[in-house]
């Protein structure tokens, strides 16, 4: 037992110093306090004297200073060379340290300086600095923007030089080209011969002094634009002559580069990119352009900045004004201030000796006699009788001293002694005790360790045997997914074509039923496959961009016919304000939604349905928040979580009557787990029911927004297909085929993959579509095949894979092969148009000349250079057959001329080749090059013919 003294306990040693301090230190505490006073009415009055006035002065002298900054600054600012800018600008600094040595004085007075005129004389040094900076940076753009205009001028007098070389050594060519054809006019009837040299005159020699002809009048249009640069006072005028600038080197640069001088083309190039505006923005850009938009941006920034050190010495002088009449106002409080502390210092000393001795004799009579001398007495014959073994009653401590404390201390150890003696026999039986409780544990702990041996053995089994029903399971339902799709996708291709024909209304009735129960089945599997990707962990978020409003318009636009054959009302509130576009699982998105808007419509026999969608902003985002309500027979409110539950239905009854699996709504609530979404609902029985999905999505871009299948479907083909179908089941050739041939598009259809290998040498296809289960050898083992194929045509057809197995691993695997997209089954009509138009290219060979040209020369041009290209071929291999190397290096020099007004890189780089290597004479390498080149013009020729056909149909359209 112990006894803590309280908090508010008094110390005795404390009291006795405080009584000590009390009588002999209250007189000259007294005496301390009054000189004090009198130091203080001595000290203010020298304040007054040697102090306030001078202080007074030295503030009364910022305004002259203040004046000569006033009006120097706008000089500065009107400076354009580096000696009047350090002229002026010296001065300025110099009245800014005279301001400041100004307020160090007044420091040194011992008064304290206001903030804010501390704050006014640094903005003034702050602004005077800015200005200056402003100033220096101007004075060095101009300098700049002098330079890169007298080296931009330099770099297009020099491209003028080149332009007039290249026009004057086109009409060179011209002109010696013309002069052939006279001389072979008199040298006989080589018909060939002239016509050769007329090909060349109308292909290239005409084409190419057109196009310097043009780049020289370009390059000089280009030097008036820069004259016009220093002259510019508008952001809006400089930034159009930036843009014809820059307009103008493109066209320039494109002529440049079809230049068959190498020399004159890298230095034209290298003059160009010194006149090319820069793509980096400020302040990385240092050409003309940003030059002459910063030195616009700095005499903005100039006159702001002298605005600024105005306001700033304004402000100066009215903070010095209202210091010095403060200084005044405490000159006069101080003198009343002194007459006051010495009438406080007299009654001081008055008052305080009386009251000293009144003290003294309180403390002595009362404190010392009664609190502590009588209670040492009682409590020192206590301990005596303690120490003689008497007994002795309770001890209670008087007070909250240190005299309490021993009191205390004196009856903790008279109690301590009554305890010793029951603490022994008690430590004798918990000993006892302690060894019987040890015995008991160890046998216990042997016994659960032999038990906890057995139900790890147990446990093991029971996974190895869970992790073997897992497996069979996903297997089965891989086998189920093909087999059940693969006959689906026949009944709804069949189902969806017989839609075309001319039917009854009766029948067509029977056929949308027919249609309804397929798709009723599809919903089954699809329901069935997504609940095992749950429990097995393989639903993962798939976030792309999308339009909430178009994914909420397409449910509804599925579903209103399921909701006027019940005549009910299915509406949709969608709010100006929603998102646009945001990032996030459309997927499961829109699986969660159309499974509530169809249990809605299910549920509900009369009145309305009605989706609709709120939003909140926040930082990272928006939260949309769906609801779906409707007026049906609503839900118990026993049954309102029960229902998310797998195969659970609110009861027998509902079961019964409406049908159903139970896994729709507990796929929403796991999808909705899944995206970290939260899926609640709300319902009155017989009132109608309302779930609410509350997700969050990040912002998304509207470029990024893909473009609507439906929309991408209906749209005119620019292609009229040749297909290759390889396709097992004659009801699935059947739907492909019909599909495909609706289009416009031809097909050809077999049966096995080894038939399709078989008839790729023989036809030119533009696709393949390629069922993954196939008899024999797979679709995706022949895809790896087609891939391996030496012959590039064939190799790089486009591969549609067409399979009834959605699992992810399947897909990839596919993918890995070599197959361009992945069609599930039942391949759908507008996935299949969607996939056709994603995959066929629509760019060719002749889209940038047809650009420039327009696409009736480029056609001419084209057909032209399909005309002379045998021609040009067979004098590449008389040469070489001749072995008369320089002719060989002419000819392919000639061709690729040619070549270059068209995409074709491929040829161009290996006539370059044949010609590089021609000029060093016979080599093992140049051989080689001229066996492949028959292989690379056939190839070249069938692009030029294919992109022919394209611009072909684009001008009978364009007539039509």
């Known amino acids: 037992m112990s006894h803590k003294s309280s908090p508010s306990r008094v110390s005795l040693g404390r009291m006795l110093l405080m009584a000590f301090l009390v009588i002999a230190g209250l007189p000259t505490l007294i005496g301390v306090l009054g000189w004090i006073e009198l130091q203080k009415v001595a000290r203010n009055q020298t304040n007054v004297i ?216 890298e230095r034209a190039l290298a003059l160009l990119q010194m006149i090319r505006p820069s793509a980096a923005p400020p302040p990385d850009a240092a050409d003309m352009f940003s030059l002459t938009k910063g030195i616009l941006d700095l005499n903005r920034l100039i006159a702001g900045a002298q605005i600024e050190v105005r306001e700033a010495a304004v402000r100066l002088e009215r903070e010095a004004q209202a210091l010095a009449d403060q200084i005044t106002g405490r000159a006069v409080l ?4 002194a007459s006051a502390a010495i009438r406080t210092t007299q009654q001081l000393y008055v008052w305080g000796s009386v009251a000293a001795l009144l003290i003294s004799l309180a403390v002595v009579w009362i404190y010392v006699r009664g609190n502590i001398t009588r209670r040492l007495d009682a409590l020192s014959a206590t301990m005596t009788r303690l120490a003689e073994g008497e007994e002795v009653g309770r001890i209670t401590p008087q007070g909250t001293d240190e005299i309490a404390d021993m009191e205390a201390a004196v009856e903790v150890f008279r109690l301590q002694g009554i305890e010793n003696h029951a603490l022994e026999a008690e430590r004798d039986q918990n000993l006892a005790e302690l060894r019987r409780h040890r015995l008991e544990l160890q046998l216990l702990v042997a016994e659960q360790t032999k038990q906890l041996r057995g139900e790890v053995s147990a446990h093991a089994e029971a996974r190895n045997r869970a992790e073997a029903a897992d497996r069979a399971k996903s297997e089965f339902l891989a086998m189920m997914s093909h087999e059940i799709r693969t006959p689906m996708n026949g009944v709804l291709g069949m189902l969806r074509s017989l839609g075309r024909d001319g039917l009854s209304p009766r029948q067509q009735g029977q056929l949308r039923a027919a249609h309804a129960s397929g798709e009723g089945l599809m919903v089954i599997l699809n329901d069935i496959l997504d609940y095992s990707k749950i429990e097995a962990g393989a639903a993962t978020l798939a976030e792309v961009t999308f339009a909430p409003a178009d994914l909420l318009r397409d449910i509804v636009g599925l579903m209103t016919p399921s909701a006027q054959e019940k005549g009910l009302v299915l509406t949709m509130d969608v709010p100006a304000a929603l998102p646009a576009a945001v990032l996030g699982d459309m997927g499961k998105l829109r699986q969660i939604l159309f499974n509530l808007v169809s249990n809605a419509v299910k549920f509900t026999e009369q009145g309305e349905v009605e989706l609709s969608v709120t939003s909140q902003q926040h930082a990272g985002g ?32 509902t079961a019964r009557q409406y049908g159903g699996k139970g896994l729709g709504l507990a796929i929403c609530r796991r999808f909705a787990d899944a995206m970290g979404a939260t899926l609640t609902v709300q319902s009155v029985p017989g009132a109608g029911t309302v779930f609410t999905l509350a997700a969050g999505f990040r912002p998304g871009k509207v470029a990024d927004l893909p473009v609507d299948i439906v929309e991408v479907s209906v749209q005119p083909d620019t292609r009229r297909l040749h297909a290759l179908v390889v396709e097992d089941n004659d009801i699935n050739q059947m739907v492909i085929q019909t599909y495909l041939e609706d289009k416009g598009h031809q097909v050809h259809v077999v049966g096995t993959a080894e038939a399709a290998l078989s008839v790729l040498h023989g036809a030119q296809f533009d696709v393949i579509l390629m069922d993954v289960n196939l008899p024999g050898l797979s679709g995706t083992e022949a895809t790896r095949m087609i891939r391996a194929i030496a012959d590039r045509r064939i190799a790089a057809l486009p591969i549609i894979g067409v399979s009834a197995h959605v699992q992810e691993a399947d897909r990839l695997e596919n993918l890995r092969a070599g197959m361009s997209v992945i069609l599930p089954k039942p391949l759908s009509f507008y996935a299949l148009s969607a996939a056709l138009l994603d995959v066929i290219s629509q760019r060719h060979v002749l889209f940038d000349l047809a650009s420039d040209m327009g696409t ?41 001329g040619a070549t270059g007004n068209f995409d074709l890189p491929a040829l161009a780089a290996h006539l370059d080749q044949i010609e590089g290597s021609a000029r060093l004479g016979p080599s093992a390498q140049l051989e080689t090059y001229l066996q492949q080149l028959t292989k690379v013009a056939e190839e070249s020729r069938l692009a030029i013919e294919t992109a022919l056909a394209v611009l072909d149909r684009s001008l009978n359209q364009a007539a039509q």
């Open 50 to 265: 040697k102090e306030t006035i001078p202080a007074i002065s030295e503030v009364r002298g910022f305004t002259e200073e203040i004046s000569r900054i006033v009006l120097v600054a706008p000089e500065l600012a009107a400076v354009t060379t580096e000696a009047a800018r350090l002229e002026r600008a010296g001065y300025l600094f110099a009245q800014a340290d005279a301001l400041k040595q100004r307020v160090a004085r007044y420091e040194g007075t011992g008064d304290v300086i206001p903030a804010r005129l501390q704050q006014s004389e640094a903005d003034v040094r702050s602004g005077i600095e800015g200005l200056d900076r402003l100033v220096q940076d101007r004075i060095i753009a101009i300098a700049a923007q002098g330079a890169r205009l007298h080296a931009g001028l330099a770099a297009t007098t020099e491209l003028l030089e080149i332009a007039d070389t290249l026009v004057a050594n086109a009409q060179m060519g011209t002109s010696a080209v013309i002069s052939s054809l006279y001389d072979l006019e008199g040298a006989g009837p080589d018909t060939d011969k002239r016509l050769d040299t007329l090909d060349k005159l109308i292909e290239v020699d005409l084409f190419r002094q057109g196009q310097m002809s043009e780049m020289r009048s370009h390059i000089g249009e280009v030097g008036l634009l820069l004259n016009r640069i220093a002259t510019v006072q508008d952001p809006a005028e400089l930034a159009q002559v930036q843009a014809e600038v820059q307009s103008r080197i493109d066209i320039v640069t494109r002529r440049i580069l079809a230049v068959n001088d190498p020399i004159r083309a």
């Open 334 to 337: 101080a003198g009343a201030e």
């Open 622 to 653: 928006s939260t949309l928040i769906f609801a779906v309500s409707d007026t049906g027979k609503g839900i118990a409110a026993a049954s309102q979580e029960r229902i998310f539950g797998v195969f659970e239905q609110e009861d027998a009854q």
């Open 856 to 896: 009736e020369r480029a056609c001419g041009l084209a057909r032209m250079f399909l005309e002379s290209l045998p021609k040009r071929l067979a004098a590449i291999a008389a040469a070489a057959r001749f072995s008369d190397w320089t002719a060989l290096a002419q000819a392919a020099h000639h061709l690729k």
